[in-house]
């Protein structure tokens, strides 16, 4: 089972950044997606945002053209740029990586508050 090390979680204020990373030990050599999924207070884990095999994002509507993943294959690392926080974007920031013929494997995740 890969283990993921999430980092960069915190407190910002409301319009605040913040950037989450999330290494992988070694090479990544295919997978069907990495990224992130957070879980909001009282609500179910849910999509945030994921890098597909080919390199192509995808965003979940609640954070589009706020957060911006990235991905150094050089370093095996993730990332997701957040900008332009709201109050609602705090959740526990779980890292994702899915491939095939594997289970999907999970970091510990990172919490991020966003409050002033």
């Known amino acids: 089972q890969v283990q993921l090390a999430e980092s960069g979680g915190g407190l910002a204020q409301p319009g605040g950044s913040l950037r989450l990373s999330c290494a992988a030990p070694g090479s990544i050599s295919s997978f069907n997606f990495i990224g992130w999924y957070r879980q909001r207070p009282g609500q179910p884990r849910e999509f945030t945002a994921v890098i597909n095999g080919d390199g192509n994002p995808a965003y979940a509507d609640s954070v589009k053209g706020r957060f911006t993943i990235s991905r150094d294959s050089a370093k095996n690392t993730v990332y997701l740029q957040m900008n332009s926080l709201k109050v609602e974007d705090t959740a526990v920031y779980y890292c994702?990586?899915?491939?095939?013929?594997?289970?999907?494997?999970w970091g510990q995740g990172t919490q991020v508050t966003v409050s002033s």
């Open positions: 994702v990586l899915d491939r095939p013929s594997t289970a999907t494997a």
